[in-house]
């Protein structure tokens, strides 16, 4: 199921068929950009009403800075093209898990996404608030990631194989960006594909694939440092593969910072999959999870709450006005990705645990 290939619906079974096509490149700024054309088949599976360019054109660029210098050197994004405002930036991490952890999570994003469109009443969305909301996968290096995650990828129309280039000019690629509008996405277990007719709406996809592994704070400095000044989001939300939000999570997480102009972050209450009957519990690894979780959700959170500070916001699912991250908190969470041996040993501690820097 890669880009590249043509796509025939046989109850949900693909067959593919390798096409040959040549492409001019264009320079932009010294930047090299490309816009790639989706293949029809894929178009088919999405809403019939929706061809503009966003849908019909996949955005690849190859960046060649570190991602503090991605703005300063001229690099752009689709979104930020548009001239669209930025009310949810989700950004999620990923390494080499699995196709099912990975349908899992952003299939409930997709979701989350479509109830902020129903919610008509409201002033910042309803029908068109697909344009406010951005997910941003950010992959841990190019060799590691799953090629089932990319085979999905390819399906929904955000990734296209065949087109990474490891330099440009004498420069080497240090992330491959693609950029997509997409209403497709898979279901985990079953492997059926969602669209329009399953309630999926329109999602803008960032895929941020860096060619070297360079750990998960490095990952988020994409998300905060290269991304984050050109969309200039107003909530940020921070989401791991395998992290399965409920259908209104994303609403309800952006509602504490909507009503409440003071509040910097917030968190949900996270819990483990017990199956049906909570049969997973025979596990006692889940049942020492679960019962960390139960604590932390009904003494730890409540009590810290009340007192309008919370030690740590869990890097799982978690949210973050990006005005009050800007500067010095960003700058100290940072500190964790070149902290080694030698370090004052309370600092390199907090720093290890990366959201004690944040929260």
Known sequence: ??????????????????????RNIEFSQGHLCMELAVPNSLLKLGAPD?????????????????????????????????????????????????????????????????YLCSRKKSSTWGDNGWQKAVICIVSDGRAKINPRVLSVLGLMGVFQDGVMKNSVGDNPVTAHLFEYTTQIAVEAESMEIFGPKQGIVPVQIIFCLKEKNAKKINSHRWFFNAFGPLLNPNVCVLIDVGTKPTKSSLYHLWKAFDVDPKVGGACGEIYSELGSG?????????????????????????????????????????????????????QQYFKGETMHGGENIFAANMLKTEFYALS
């Open 50 to 114: 929706k061809f503009g360019h966003e849908f019909t054109h996949t955005r690849y660029t190859a960046a060649t800075c570190v991602a503090d210098e991605f703005a300063a050197k001229g690099y752009s994004l689709r979104q930020q093209k548009l001239g669209r405002k930025t009310e949810l930036f989700i950004v999620v991490t990923m390494y080499n898990e699995g196709d099912d952890l990975f349908c899992k999570t952003i299939l409930a994003l997709m979701q989350n996404i479509a």
């Open 278 to 330: 909570c049969f997973k519990l025979i596990n006692p690894l889940v049942a020492s999870q679960n019962f960390e979780y139960k604590m932390s959700n009904i003494l730890d959170k409540p009590l810290e709450s009340s007192f309008g500070y919370i030690s740590v916001l869990p890097g799982a699912f978690s949210a973050y006005r990006y005005s009050a991250l800007k500067g010095v908190p960003l």
């Open 1 to 22: 199921m890669l880009p590249g290939y043509s796509y025939s619906d046989n109850g949900h079974q693909f067959t593919t068929e390798r096409h040959t096509t040549r």
